[in-house]
């Protein structure tokens, strides 16, 4: 397939996943979905020759490791065609009137993130809220082996008490829109072999780590 035709099969696979989604509205409003890319693409994208990153200290938080996190910008689209084609996807203006109209958002003038992450045994995540310039934020789990199921984000409601944890099969995910209420969390639990997931956003024009940007000079129209 060309670069076009597996952009096209990706964000077809999406819309076709976002339009069969299950819809939850408490404690916020969230999306859960399953089947989001082609196969083939998804394992594309779990099997990347990416080594997961070592030496790390787990605080609760991301940014305490921000120097080993993976995005996929064009440095990776050159090396990567199943970076490319995700990204492509997520730009096409198809796939944002979809998703401004499925989730009651604005996306114009937001920028594409894409965050390629790699957990291992230890890691966790305190109960928090996605910053004000994110916009959009979804998740593609992309984790297989024992108990990989089990790995998926934990909701919260806004008394910080735990509601229920998003079912991680491969190539299923979660969709959010961030605001105040929006708490969530990786509770800590045995992860045997790597937690592997994609953190999908569309950030506001002040974000300033334009690196980590898939077009940094393209914003949404």
């Known amino acids: ?12 696979g999406f819309l076709k996943a976002l339009d ?20 083939d693409q998804a394992e594309a994208l779990h099997a990347l020759p990416v080594p997961a990153p070592s030496g790390l200290t787990f ?6 490791n921000n120097v080993t996190r993976f995005y996929f910008n064009a440095e990776a689209h050159e090396k ?17 009137a979809s998703i401004e109209k499925e989730c009651g958002i604005d996306l114009t003038g937001t920028s594409l993130r894409l965050e390629f992450c790699q957990d291992t045994d230890g890691f966790w995540l305190e109960p928090h809220t996605d910053i004000g310039v994110k916009q959009y934020t979804m998740l593609i789990y992309l984790s ?10 934990d909701v919260y409601d806004q008394d910080l008490k735990w509601t229920h944890r998003a079912p991680c099969h ?15 969390a990786v509770d800590p639990r045995p992860i045997s072999g790597v937690r592997k997931s994609i953190i999908i956003n569309y950030v506001a024009p ?4 334009r690196h980590e940007l898939a077009y940094p000079e393209t914003p949404v129209k």
């Open 1 to 12: 397939m060309t670069a076009a035709s597996l952009a096209l099969a990706d964000r077809d």
């Open 170 to 184: 491969f190539n299923s995910g979660l969709i959010f829109i961030p605001g105040t209420d929006t708490w969530h």
């Open 80 to 96: 990567f065609p199943a970076t490319r084609a995700l990204a492509e996807a997520f730009q096409d203006p198809k796939t944002i």
């Open 59 to 64: 605080s609760g938080r991301r940014e305490t």
């Open 144 to 153: 297989k082996g024992e108990g990989s199921e089990d790995w998926g984000t």
């Open 20 to 39: 069969g989604s299950q819809r939850i509205t408490k404690p916020y409003r969230h999306w859960l979905m399953k089947d989001i890319l082609p196969l």
């Open 206 to 209: 002040e974000w300033r780590a």
